[in-house]
């Protein structure tokens, strides 16, 4: 069903997963799986902690998408509903949500990072890499308030390779299960019923300066609706706010 390639050591499994791609030009879906990762990456740039043979680190190249552009987002519902269906699996006691645009949380905590890579020719988003840390067997963090592990919640060890097994065989199931049937509202739907904070009032930082807004929903450009207090209507892009905490 896909390539796996295991890796003792490497600096980003995503770096790595750009330059297989590019060299390789694999037909079908690959995984780069890491022990351990020294320099991963999260959204806007920032680093991604990972401890070896605790955290799950691994991309997945899923070539020849041939996703328009205005899907695009659909790769962040994808991605980031098939991790909480796995981890609900494994964890039936958790409850998890999908911070907007794809982290996952759970407790108020961060559980899984998704940085997602593409590459995009004439509007055609033509070849996809989904890199995925997840928190599983981690037990301690250093200065990072916002994060938690699925072993600190819930006391219980997993085995990575079977939790990344399952986690990138729903990726690839639930990707060919939309393009075959494009049913995207349903997809869109299920994401924005695991929103996290939705309906609920939460302080954003917008050009440096703050404000309050509840969550209404987001749509299928990834673009999130606000309700400010004065009950004015916004919606925002992934990049020009930045959530900074629920109020």
């Known amino acids: 069903m896909y390539t796996l390639i295991y890796l003792d050591h490497v600096d ?68 980031s509903l098939s991790i909480v269906k796995q981890l609900q699996l494994y964890f039936p006691e958790l409850n998890f949500a999908i911070k907007w645009p794809n982290d996952i949380y759970c407790l108020e905590k961060k559980i899984c990072g998704i940085l997602i890579q593409n590459v995009i020719k004439h509007d055609i988003v033509q070849d996809t890499i989904l890199g995925i840390g997840i928190n599983v ?12 592990s699925l072993y600190i919640l819930c006391q219980r060890m997993v085995n990575l390779n079977s939790l990344m097994d399952a986690i990138v065989r729903e990726v690839i199931d639930r990707f060919q299960f939309f393009c075959d049937n494009e049913n995207w509202d349903h ?23 703050s404000f309050h807004a509840r969550i209404i929903e987001v749509n299928s450009l990834g673009q999130i609706q606000l309700r400010t207090q004065n009950e004015n209507i916004q919606w925002y892009s992934f990049g020009e706010i930045q959530y900074v905490r629920k109020v």
Request: aromatic share 10%; proline share 4%; with cysteine.
């Open 12 to 79: 980003s499994t995503n770096r790595y997963a750009a330059d297989y791609l590019q060299s390789h030009q694999p037909t079908n879906p690959c995984v780069i799986h890491a022990n351990h990762q020294t320099e991963g990456k999260g959204q806007y740039g920032r680093a991604w902690i990972s401890v070896e043979n605790e955290s799950l680190c691994f991309s997945l190249i899923i070539p020849s998408v041939n996703l328009p552009l205005t899907k695009l987002f659909l790769l962040h519902c994808i991605t």
């Open 187 to 209: 997809l869109l739907t299920t994401y924005n019923e695991l929103l996290y904070c939705k309906n609920t009032e939460v302080e954003w930082m917008h050009n440096k300066h």
């Open 137 to 148: 067997n981690n037990s301690h963090f250093s200065n990072l308030n916002q994060a938690s």
